[in-house]
């Protein structure tokens, strides 16, 4: 089954064990809806590879975004919850440095307040979260500096030696 993810930034906001008192009253609890903030009621996530190789891949376009390079924490969500969550996907390509990555973006669309609550129960039951650590994604952007996945100009990202 397709794989969805998000990139959060308090990924310890995802850890189901911290939810589960505010899971099992039927809520949510607030802070993680702070990491699937919208824009025009679109949410942006990436489609994951059955195998998950492209993982690092994504975290490495995503990380290459940012200011600075650091940790990449995103959490993965099967494909199905957006149907139990009655949420429509649109396919678009992402504006990342990596241009596969870009075919692997996806918006998730008409957002309403309600479709948000849910998508985040339904993420923190049935989801995953992890993190990928600053050093190494900035191997991996080394590494795409090489094979040229990435372009030069994300080289001025890497921490001086």
Sequence with gaps: MVKLLRKVDKQRHW????????????DVPADPLGDLRTSDNKLSVYQVDEDRSNIERIA?????GRQHLDDVGYVLFDVS?????SIDL????????DSAVNKCH???INLTGNKLVTLARHILLEGESDII?????????REGLTSKELPEKVREKLPKI
């Design 81 to 85: 919850v957006l149907e139990k969550a």
């Design 60 to 64: 490495r376009a995503l990380a290459c």
């Design 106 to 108: 996806a918006d998730l």
């Design 90 to 97: 649109c396919l678009i390509d992402g504006t990342t440095h």
């Design 133 to 141: 650590l600053k050093k190494r994604i900035v191997d991996l952007v």
């Design 15 to 26: 850890f189901r064990t911290d939810a589960q008192v505010h899971l099992d009253a039927g």
